[in-house]
């Protein structure tokens, strides 16, 4: 095997790595928040968006998939955010909560 051929070996194998930490972390993420929407009882119907965290959003398209909100920052911390609605029983007083998230995965657990 060339060098070449050892390189581009060792970048394949790196970037596999890469992608299956990046999906073991999302996973977690996904379940993480499904976990704190069911512990607070949150209705089915009000909405829950996944938006990126030090962006600017953009009004006519906010909407993301968790993967497409995720980012990973210098400290390789992923980071995410969500927006969750809550209003009065009345629907008045509509209030936008935001929720920054920052999980990052040291041996068998996450950080």
């Not at 790196?14 to 993420?29: L, Q, T």
């Amino acid at each position: 095997m060339s060098k070449y051929e050892e390189l581009a070996q060792s970048y394949s194998h790196a970037r596999k790595s890469f992608r299956d930490y990046e999906e073991v972390c999302r996973n977690f993420a996904r379940e993480l928040v499904f976990g704190m929407v069911e512990y607070f009882e949150w209705p089915r119907d009000r909405e829950i968006t996944y938006i990126p965290i030090g962006e600017e959003l953009d009004p006519n398209n906010k909407f993301y998939a968790l993967a497409g909100a995720m980012r990973m920052d210098a400290q390789s911390f992923w980071h995410f955010g969500i927006e969750l609605n809550i209003m009065e029983a009345s629907g008045a007083y509509p209030l936008s909560l935001v929720l920054s998230f920052f999980i990052k995965k040291a041996g068998a657990n996450f950080i």
